[in-house]
């Protein structure tokens, strides 16, 4: 039993469709109305298909009160993470402190340099990233004396003025599956945020193990890293495989995973109002 001491949260993860964009901000509503907690969009700039999340997030903030908001990742390739950390604080700022930061360290590396980006290899994206965490983390922290100084191999902020900071202590979630980027995430980050269909059996136990050692020598707490986990499904009157049948078979499936695994934020992909007005059976 792993149990790392955090509040169930339950989200749901919307395509961010430009084809119907009121039906797009309709399912982010819906998720609060039904009660959930979290609202989370993918970030694919270069999917001229889809609305720009930064944009949708914002638009979806100002339609909402209660429920939180994140990308589900942010694609850091093409958001610089200065200029990200004070879209991530204004955010947060005017929506009352309900946005979290989910980070990745890129993929689909033949469109984003379509875009402008730069191809990094596995091990150079995962050096980028510790190097933006550590730009956003210094311009959120107005409570330091001095500019933002980062001089790095991939991004060299020097001297840029701290702030705003957020309205609340914003989590930093980072979209890990390899070993260096589950390091990271122990060693960095507030949370760990894959896809279930992602993984092979035994890779959440395996994950989780890497991530605490991670923690343990750079000082923190495993406690300091929240499990979450993208997943997807349907909801029948018959089950016919993994999430994919009655309520009941659902809480028993999620229970394993959060009493087993420590999954304490699931977020459940939402293509239909159904879909979505379903996973109230939590």
């Not at 919307?14 to 109305?33: F, H, K, M, N, S």
């Not at 889809?50 to 100002?62: E, G, Q, R």
């Not at 290899?121 to 510790?130: C, H, K, M, W």
């Amino acid at each position: 039993m792993s149990d790392y001491g955090h509040d169930l949260v339950f989200g749901s993860f919307v395509t961010p469709g430009g084809g119907d964009p009121e039906r797009t901000v309709g399912l982010a509503v819906l998720t609060e109305q039904v009660g959930l907690d979290l609202v989370t969009f993918q970030d694919h700039p270069y999917q001229p298909a889809f609305l720009d999340t930064w944009t949708l997030l914002s638009f979806v903030a100002a339609r909402t009160s209660r429920v939180h908001l994140a990308a589900n990742v942010t694609n850091l390739p093409l958001r610089p993470p200065a200029v990200l950390a004070r879209s991530v604080a204004s955010l947060d700022l005017l929506s009352g402190g309900r946005i979290s930061l989910g980070l990745g360290a890129g993929a689909f590396w033949e469109a984003i340099e379509a875009m402008g980006g730069r191809r990094l290899t596995p091990g150079q994206g995962v050096r980028a990233l510790e190097e933006a965490i550590e730009v956003i983390r210094q311009v959120w922290d107005t409570g330091t004396r001095g500019g933002v100084r980062v001089d790095g191999e991939f991004y060299r902020v020097v001297g840029a003025k701290r702030g705003p900071a957020p309205a609340h202590a914003v989590p930093v979630w980072l979209g890990a599956y390899k070993p260096r980027m589950l390091q990271l995430t122990g060693r960095r980050a507030d949370g760990w945020l894959p896809t279930l269909g992602y993984l092979q059996p035994g890779d959440l136990t395996k994950g989780n193990a890497i991530i605490d050692d991670a923690a343990q020598q750079a000082g923190r707490s495993p406690g300091d890293v929240r499990r979450l986990l993208n997943i997807s499904g349907q909801f029948s009157a018959v089950g016919s495989g993994p999430l994919d049948g009655p309520a009941e078979q659902w809480v028993q499936e999620l229970t394993e995973l959060a009493l087993g695994e420590g999954v304490s934020a699931f977020i459940l992909g939402a293509t239909t109002p159904t879909t979505c007005a379903g996973s109230q059976a939590r």
